[in-house]
């Protein structure tokens, strides 16, 4: 298990490094003056263009200005917004929002499309299977900001089930609701994915010898079936949490949540690079450790896997 974990921690460091300097390069080598918008509408002084190319090494060679900028990120500093106010403090507080928008929207997700998909799996033809494939391809088909607008409107306005809009605290009773919506379109994935699976593997010759030997159909399902047919789901489960963090910004304007998408939206409109470039280096690093825990709980559901 360790020389599982060493493997998969060195195959990391190509990534972080890869992923970040494109990023990094798409917004500072691109034409363009990244001071453009800092000073209001005028263009900035020569003075305060000169401070911010020395503070952020923009006059060095590309290489070397990533090669500095990564430095000081793995001190935590990683600069500061147009407003001079410290993208680590910004994100710090912005992160713990869409972060629990997006642990509650995978938990909805993963519990009511694995539950489904298994209903579905094991009466594969029947009414449940039919009312699960119906449903889920019409959420497939209803984009996200179609879903959200109607949930707001009727389940919040109309309603009042839920709060319609979500306040700065964010409060977890305000985050229900956005979560659903947020997860809807995933939830509608892992059902299917989880009933072909199940409709598989309840055909497997293990599946068989497990009920030549007496077991319990409870026994069989939610043990030797539900556990291989886990495993697709836990692989697209940390690839989900993954754009759940960085593709919230939809669902955060919708309810006006003060999160990291609404946050890196705000950045590109403003054309604030600093802030933009900070919040989606942490998002890689966040990603990444995601689905380190991800190759993690392979091992746990299939030993064989981390012994290769």
């Known amino acids: 298990m360790w020389k599982y974990i060493v493997r998969r921690l060195l195959q990391m460091i190509p990534v ?15 034409p363009g003056d990244p001071t453009a918008g800092k000073c209001g509408e005028r263009a900035c002084p020569p003075a305060y263009v000169a401070e911010f190319n020395e503070k952020y090494n923009l006059d060095d060679p ?3 200005q990533y090669v500095k900028y990564m430095g000081n990120v793995a001190q935590g500093d990683l600069g500061e917004n147009r407003y001079n106010i410290p993208v680590t403090e910004d994100l710090t507080e912005r992160y713990g929002v869409t972060g629990r928008l997006a642990a509650m929207a995978l938990v909805f997700e993963a519990i009511i499309g694995i539950i489904a998909g298994v209903l579905a799996g ?19 088909s209803v984009p996200i900001f179609v879903t959200g ?15 319609a809009l979500v306040s700065p605290e964010a409060t977890t009773s305000e985050l229900i609701l956005p979560a659903m919506v947020l997860g809807s379109t995933s939830l509608a994935y892992i059902a299917r994915l989880m ?8 055909k497997s010759d293990y599946v068989r ?9 409870g026994r069989i399902v ?12 836990i692989t697209f489960l940390g690839y989900d949490f993954g754009a759940l963090l960085g593709g919230a910004i939809v669902t955060e304007s919708i309810f006006n949540i003060q999160g990291v998408g609404g946050y890196i939206f705000t950045g590109i409109a ?29 091992g746990v559901l299939d030993p064989r896997i981390s012994n290769d």
């Open 16 to 30: 972080v490094i890869g992923a970040t300097f494109i990023i990094y390069a798409m917004v500072f080598a691109l």
């Open 62 to 64: 590309l290489p070397v």
């Open 122 to 140: 094991l009466r594969k033809g029947g009414f449940i299977d039919n009312l699960v494939l119906v449903s889920t391809l019409f959420v497939i």
């Open 149 to 163: 607008w109607l949930a707001r409107h009727y389940l919040g306005l109309e309603a009042g089930i839920f709060p």
């Open 195 to 202: 009933r072909t699976n199940i409709s598989e593997n309840i």
């Open 209 to 217: 010898t497990a009920k030549a030997k007496g077991l319990t159909r």
């Open 222 to 233: 939610g043990v030797h079936t539900l556990r291989n047919s886990l495993i697709p789901v």
């Open 270 to 298: 403003n054309r604030d690079g600093i802030a933009v470039v900070g919040a989606v280096t942490v998002l890689v690093f966040v990603y990444l450790v995601v689905n380190l825990i991800v190759d993690l709980l392979y």
